[in-house]
């Protein structure tokens, strides 16, 4: 899953504002988990 957001970053730098929305949606995910 974070290889995915690793190369996401890496393919479409200019979708930072979609990046970040995806981290904190997983982040939150596996805090409540």
Do not use: G
């Not at 190369?7 to 981290?23: C, G, V």
């Amino acid at each position: 899953m974070w290889v995915r957001l690793a190369l996401f970053e890496r393919t479409m730098p200019e979708h930072n504002e979609a990046k970040k929305r995806l981290h904190d949606h997983y982040e939150k995910t596996f805090i409540n988990a």
